[in-house]
């Protein structure tokens, strides 16, 4: 089965709406300077708990008062983290994504949604994390999963 992909042009009115939600248990923004590494375990949580979704690309003022569009330049910046999600998960039918683009910097903003797997999901680091409020926290057996 082919991997899940849409992309399209979103208003400024859905960008609003986006950077209107508060980060919770099924919901996480990550800006576009993450790691791979460090990403792969929001990737493990969500698969490891109840699944959830996650922005790429919007990040929080140094205040941490609000969220705003940081977009990729490109979608090709992306292939490091589409990279992880093939290497993470075990197959296309465990995540979606939706490319967003902005209707006038012509920067991305991707939506990953992460389905929970029933196999148990490791982050890069060989670790299951599993979600709790709004942190990824390491699972040391996998009686906790």
Not at 36 to 47: D, N, Q, W, Y
Not at 55 to 79: P, Q
Not at 81 to 109: F, G, R
Not at 113 to 136: C, E, F, L, P
């Amino acid at each position: 089965m082919p991997i899940a992909y849409t992309k399209r042009v979103i208003t400024l009115e859905e960008i609003q709406g986006i950077l209107l939600l508060e980060e919770n248990w099924l919901l996480d923004m990550k800006g576009k300077d993450i790691r791979p590494a460090k990403f792969s375990r929001t990737i493990s949580a969500f698969a490891n708990t109840n699944g959830g979704e996650i922005y790429l690309g919007i990040s929080r003022a140094e205040d941490k008062t609000e969220y705003y569009w940081d977009g990729f330049v490109d979608e090709e910046s992306f292939n490091p983290y589409t990279t992880l999600l093939d290497e993470v998960l075990p197959s296309y039918e465990s995540y979606v994504i939706d490319a967003y683009e902005h209707p006038t910097d012509k920067t991305w903003v991707f939506h990953i949604t992460v389905h929970k797997t029933n196999s148990i999901i490791y982050a890069s680091d060989k670790k299951a994390y599993q979600r709790s409020g709004v942190q990824n926290l390491p699972c040391d057996t996998t009686e906790k999963l």
